[in-house]
């Protein structure tokens, strides 16, 4: 069975994405709150989809459930745009696609601690998910919807997702702390009201 690599090396930043150390991915998924980058791309279709990969059983942090569409550590030495094309190359299979940068955001958990680089793209060709990963498929906003918060379907944090929903969610988290979502649409960020809603996830999800 694969298993993640915790002696790979992930580049150790401050809030504005300089570099000031490096650090092992063991290191940085140990709880020491090592500030690491990392991308993330949100793969829309024509049709406003929301496509979605499901993480495989083996991965160290929330195996089995589904996530964004690409996701991944930037490696020491690599810039974001460098990282997020070898990353979408790696899990979907595809180069030719146009990325557009949404935000960066901060994302901490009791394991670790993130810089997020979050893009988004329109694509309507042929994706080839990584035999690493256990497959992924295009959602609709309202499947989305309907199964958020539904235990046996066990979305990833919906804080990493970031779905296109005209609204905002907050939820508790398991370590007493609230979480406000952003949430995309594939024209770009869209901020709406706040609808609370439950989720039953015992951690905020990482890669």
Known sequence: MPSDNNQEMFPIVD???????????????????????????????????????KRPEWKDIQPGKWDTAVGGHIDLGESVEIALKREVREELGITDFTPELLTSY??????????????????????????????????????????LGIRDTFFNSPSKLGVKIPYSVSFPCSYSCSIQVTIFSESGLSLGATKPTQFPFSSIINF
Do not use: M
């Open 106 to 147: 901060v994302f901490e958990s009791d394991r670790e601690k993130e810089l997020v680089f979050v893009h988004k793209t329109v694509y309507d060709g042929e994706l080839h998910p990584s035999d690493e990963l256990d497959g992924g498929r295009f959602w609709t906003i309202e499947e989305i919807e309907e199964n």
């Open 15 to 53: 809030e504005q994405g300089n570099i000031t150390g490096a650090a092992t991915r063991g290191e940085c998924h140990s709880g020491s709150k090592l500030l690491h980058p990392v991308i993330h791309l949100h793969v829309f279709n024509s049709k406003g989809d929301l496509y979605l990969q």
